[in-house]
């Protein structure tokens, strides 16, 4: 065999003394007890306890949307006003803060960093078991303001009205402070990490592209969350001690808090997207058979989207009272913000361009990202252009556009990097009929549910409010229909993933017949991830050779997973 990668090969990894292990024989049967699981130091044990705490809150906030669809089916609206109020809140604090925030970092990032780069763990263990229980605290008391009374004021947290409001501001602004130094933590583990731990032959540009969008991601969270932890602070300050810091009654500026708030938000909205678009890279690539187009490019675009996002806070502003020439600087600025994200785009596509491509669950979910971004991103330019912002904020454009672009985009891409990573993860597949159906309805609820939002938002349909003039209703109602069919296929995954645990057949360790560190060790890995030393001495993305990988699996006619052995060809 002629000499090619570690990535592809065990032929040059160092490997440990026969019969040599570095631990039990993978991390599940570590120990059984509850003792094991929390105080477990293991990046990959972590990473299931925030598969399992995010799953429960994006639980949460779902039932959250259905209760805001449900509402607005009539147009005198179902709900109280102030109930509404409170419902849309909890929808959004939970979803950004709970959810989108720490999911891909969370699971995938705390699962797969340390095995992609060759490393038996992160770098500071006890400090990522410490970011987990911190995000549960700051969870805990968020979730007890929010079902004990409710916060009315919107997940943004604007004063005046929230340093006025009676309802549990404080405890959610500290719930929000303590789950953002878990954040914090996070980013610096995954940094040092990066720098420090990475195995023979890997050097940053042989890092696969989902290292380098952690990375970056990482930058913003420990340089914007501090920013944030700032700003709630001061509102809980102005509310227990009354000092004027935001609120104008109290010699206070509230243009101040949204510079501030969104000067941590808009960076945000990238530790949201970011790890969705590095997940992106590993499954476009696999499931084309092809080495990803432009790889230098798509590595430096992440870190060019982490520069560029700390400067457009500002076009959250454009009516609020934002000097004209500012707001001219922030407009170009933002249409400056969408190179990075086009190249990535267009590398996807150049990459799917002649490519072998098998449309399993995963690629189903990735090009569901690809549209659903892509029609978020260029309806942001609306949003960006100081003329059409005018006549669309605070509309139902909004809450599409970014709904497009987070949920639409980030979900799909966590949902994509699950079912990509779910053999490795479990060592069990699952069934590709109902993950395949799962992924189209994903999409068509998607589209269902938020299209009817742009043509509302353009017609001047206000958001936030819980009744709405009746010419609105046909579009409102199509909108929750959506959601409906949004919500089974968001069920589904946790049905058959859950299902395959138990009953699903076993994977081998790469069944995608994938490039990457990750997929030579076993499937569930060992607890130090390699029983050798990993040595890298070629580029990630090497499919076009001929002795790259093959798939190990083929599906049936009912979508079972079938040994590649069995069948003479890939279907």
């Known amino acids: 065999m002629s000499t090619i990668s570690a990535l592809h090969t065990t032929n040059h990894v160092k490997h440990a003394p026969h019969g040599a292990s570095h631990g039990p024989a993978n991390y599940l049967t570590a120990g059984y007890g509850w003792k094991s699981w929390l105080f477990t130091v293991d ?313 072998s491509i098998t449309f399993q669950a995963p690629m189903l979910y990735a090009l569901g990202f690809i549209a659903l971004f892509t029609v978020g991103g260029v309806t942001g330019l609306f949003l960006a252009t100081l003329g059409t912002d005018r006549h669309l904020h605070d509309t139902y454009f909004v809450i599409a556009h970014f709904h497009f672009t987070m949920v639409g985009g980030m979900v799909m891409a966590y949902f994509a990097g699950i079912h990509f990573w779910w053999p490795k993860i479990t060592g069990k597949m699952y069934s590709d009929f109902w993950s395949r159906i799962a992924a189209i309805l994903m999409c068509v609820g998607f589209f269902m549910t938020f299209i009817p939002q742009f043509i509302a938002g353009y017609m001047g349909l206000p958001r936030r409010y819980n009744t709405y003039p009746p010419e609105f209703q046909v579009l409102n109602v199509l909108s929750s229909a959506g959601s409906t069919v949004l919500g089974f296929a968001y069920l589904f995954p946790f049905t058959y993933l859950i299902h395959s645990i138990f009953y699903g057949k076993k994977a081998g360790d790469n069944p995608w017949g994938a490039t990457g560190l990750e997929w030579q060790t076993t499937s569930p890995p060992p607890t130090f991830n390699f029983n050798y030393e990993p040595v890298v001495t070629e580029m990630p993305y090497e499919y076009s050779l001929a002795t790259a990988p093959k798939p190990t699996f083929s599906y049936s006619s009912n979508g079972e997973a079938v040994k590649e052995e069995e069948h003479t060809h890939v279907h």
Not at 70 to 99: C, E, Q, R, S
Not at 242 to 263: R, S, T, Y
Not at 264 to 279: C, E, F, N, R, T
Not at 292 to 310: K, N
């Open 43 to 355: 990046h990959k044990r972590i990473g299931l306890l925030y598969l399992v705490s995010v799953t429960a809150f994006f639980m949460i906030g779902m039932a959250a949307a259905g209760l805001i669809r449900y509402n607005l089916i009539d147009p005198k609206g179902m709900l109280p006003a102030d109930l509404y109020n409170k419902v849309f809140t909890a929808h959004g604090i939970v979803m950004v803060f709970l959810f989108l925030v720490p999911v891909v970092p969370g699971v995938l990032g705390n699962f797969l960093i340390p095995i992609m780069i060759g490393a038996k763990d992160l770098a500071f263990p006890k400090l990522n078991l410490l970011s987990w229980y911190l995000y549960m605290a700051g969870a805990a008391c968020a979730c007890w303001a929010l079902l004990s009374g409710g916060v009315d004021t919107g997940w943004t947290l604007y004063p005046p009205y929230s340093s006025r409001s009676h309802t549990n501001v404080a405890p959610v602004a500290v719930g929000i402070f303590i789950a953002g130094f878990s954040s914090i933590l996070t980013g610096l583990n995954i940094i040092v990490t990066v720098h420090q731990m990475r195995c023979p032959g890997m050097t940053w540009f042989r890092m696969p592209l989902f290292v380098w969008a952690m990375y970056a991601t990482s930058l913003i969270m420990l340089l914007a969350t501090p920013v944030l932890a700032v700003t709630v602070t001061l509102l809980a300050v102005e509310r227990l001690a009354q000092i004027g810091i935001f609120d104008p009654k109290l010699g206070g500026d509230p243009l101040l808090f949204q510079h501030m708030f969104w000067f941590y938000s808009h960076p945000a909205v990238y530790i949201m997207i970011l790890p969705g678009m590095g997940v992106i890279s590993e499954v476009i690539t696999c499931f084309s058979r092809k080495n990803i187009f432009g790889y230098t490019a798509v590595a430096w675009s992440s870190v060019g989207i982490a520069v560029v996002g700390f400067l457009v806070w500002g076009h959250h502003m454009f009516v609020a009272g934002e000097g004209y020439y500012l707001a001219m600087v922030f407009s170009l600025l933002s249409m400056f913000v969408a190179v990075p994200s086009a190249i990535k785009v267009f590398n996807w596509t150049a990459t799917l361009y002649r490519g």
